[in-house]
T-cell receptor, first 112, second 110 residues
Framework: NAGVTQTPKFQVLKTGQSMTLQCAQD?????MSWYRQDPGMGLRLIHY???????DQGEVPNGYNVSRSTTEDFPLRLLSAAPSQTSVYFC???????????FGQGTRLTVV | RKEVEQDPGPFNVPEGATVAFNCTYS??????FFWYRQDCRKEPKLLMS???SGNEDGRFTAQLNRASQYISLLIRDSKLSDSATYLC???????????FGTGTRLKVLA
């Protein structure tokens, strides 16, 4: 059982480049979300989705786009990378309600 | 004031010690609470949910104090393998969103 799969695990971008972080889950979870984790800041919610075709902004959405065309996939797009977006990104999924959230292994992104 | 606050630590304790962490939350309407564990350079994983009456899972005990708006995690007989960062998580009322504390780092020393 794969759970939540994120790719890539590591990425270095130049300022101004764009890229997509992939996230897929095979647990048929309705709710998916993206977080970034920075030292001393904890995990901060970027965007989330409560089902296919429905997305909404979290705490720190600027500079990121998401879409949810299927239940399984929830990609995160960086439109024009900036050094401030250097971080560790986690994708998570869970069923509706206040249930256990399952996380992917994370993507370590460096923007130079 | 942050919605969820934790002492970042680190808490350095010898093997076999008992250690406790607290976490405060600001929204009195919050209903669901969790402790997650995160190992270095790994993803967070659920350690235990926190129930109103308190709950225990082996050496771990979680408690909720609604009046003072904090949750606690007690670890008894600490093991080297307990060394990790412990994240307090509060579900935002009326939404599916989880709010994470910054984490408390624990180091268990031989």
């Amino acid at each position: 059982n794969a759970g939540v799969t994120q790719t890539p695990k590591f990425q270095v971008l130049k300022t101004g480049q764009s890229m997509t972080l992939q996230c897929a889950q095979d647990m048929n979870h309705e709710y998916m979300s993206w977080y970034r984790q920075d030292p001393g800041m904890g995990l901060r919610l970027i965007h989330y989705s409560v089902g296919a075709g429905i997305t909404d902004q979290g705490e720190v959405p600027n500079g990121y786009n998401v879409s949810r065309s299927t239940t399984e996939d929830f990609p995160l797009r960086l439109l024009s990378a900036a050094p401030s977006q250097t971080s560790v990104y986690f994708c998570a999924s869970k069923t509706q309600g206040n249930t256990e959230a399952f996380f992917g292994q994370g993507t370590r992104l460096t923007v130079v | 004031r942050k919605e969820v606050e934790q002492d970042p630590g680190p808490f350095n304790v010898p093997e076999g010690a008992t250690v406790a962490f607290n976490c405060t939350y600001s929204n009195s309407a919050s209903q669901s609470f969790f402790w997650y564990r995160q190992d270095c350079r790994k993803e967070p994983k659920l350690l235990m949910s926190v129930y109103s009456s308190g709950n225990e899972d082996g050496r771990f005990t979680a408690q909720l104090n609604r009046a003072s708006q904090y949750i606690s995690l007690l670890i008894r007989d600490s093991k080297l393998s307990d060394s990790a960062t412990y994240l307090c998580v509060v579900a935002s009322p009326g939404t599916y969103k989880y709010i994470f504390g910054t984490g408390t780092r624990l180091k268990v020393l031989a």
